[in-house]
């Protein structure tokens, strides 16, 4: 069966530290992945979608960057952290019709300070 | 542009009364709908998925939705719900244009009271 893990759970960070958040999928290939940002109150904002290696869109102009270097492996960085940029943020994968669910990891809680 | 109401952004109920959670959704273009559950500090879940057929689907912990195309409503449904379903859900479309994006709704947090 597949799986998504995602990682670290929460990370507090000071303005102006770098970022890099992990995300990687099992049991599936050349599955379509998505960076997703939740906001209290106000749902799920795309942020990066990649579907293949080293190909990857931009949803949202910002300060947050997205690599596919593997096959099943998602990274979201940013070089310098903002305080805007605080929020709980979400690995998913898709197979890669458009009627396909998306599977979501656990979840990172980020805090910048 | 396609967009998601979730018309209640909270909805008290007593446990084991029925409850409705309203979506509305509008497009251009043919979509596929999905409602989503979240629990406190976790991603989210498949709870069903409408993609063609019959409009009332059916899918887990005993919730159905029912696909209205004329009023473009994907209203989430149990007609008796448990303290454990407290969480948020969310209405989400998948546009059928080739792309690969899926559209959110801002949630509707469901409050199960005992």
């Known amino acids: 069966s597949q799986t998504i893990h995602q990682w670290p759970a929460t990370l507090v960070q000071p303005v102006g530290s770098p970022l890099s958040l992990e995300c990687t999928v099992e049991?599936?290939?050349?599955?379509?992945l998505y960076w997703y940002r939740q906001a209290a109150g106000r749902g799920l904002q795309l942020l990066f979608y990649s579907v293949g290696i080293g190909q990857i869109s931009s949803e949202v102009p910002q300060n947050l960057s997205a690599s596919r270097p593997q096959d099943r492996q998602f990274i979201l960085s940013s070089k310098k952290l903002l305080l805007s940029d605080s929020g709980f943020y979400l690995c998913?994968?898709?197979?890669?019709?458009?009627?396909?669910?998306?599977?979501f990891g656990n979840g990172t809680r980020l805090t910048v300070t | 542009a396609q967009s998601v109401t979730q018309l209640d952004s909270q909805v008290p109920v007593f446990e084991e009364a029925p409850v409705e959670l309203r979506c509305n959704y509008s497009?251009?273009?043919?979509?596929?709908l999905f409602w989503y559950v979240q629990y406190p500090n976790q991603g989210l879940q498949l709870l069903l998925k409408?993609?063609?057929?019959?409009?009332l689907v059916k899918g887990i912990n005993g919730f159905e939705a029912e696909f209205n195309k004329s009023q473009t409503s994907f209203h989430l449904r149990k007609p008796s719900v448990h303290i454990s379903d407290t969480a948020e859900y969310f209405c989400?479309?998948?546009?059928?244009?080739?792309?690969?994006?899926?559209?959110f709704g801002a949630g509707t947090r469901l409050f199960v009271k005992a």
């Open positions: 998913a994968w898709s197979g890669t019709g458009t009627n396909s669910p998306l599977h």
């Open positions: 497009s251009s273009v043919s979509v596929y």
């Open positions: 049991g599936t290939s050349n599955p379509n």
């Open positions: 409408y993609l063609s057929g019959s409009t």
């Open positions: 989400a479309v998948s546009i059928n244009t080739g792309g690969f994006k899926t559209i």
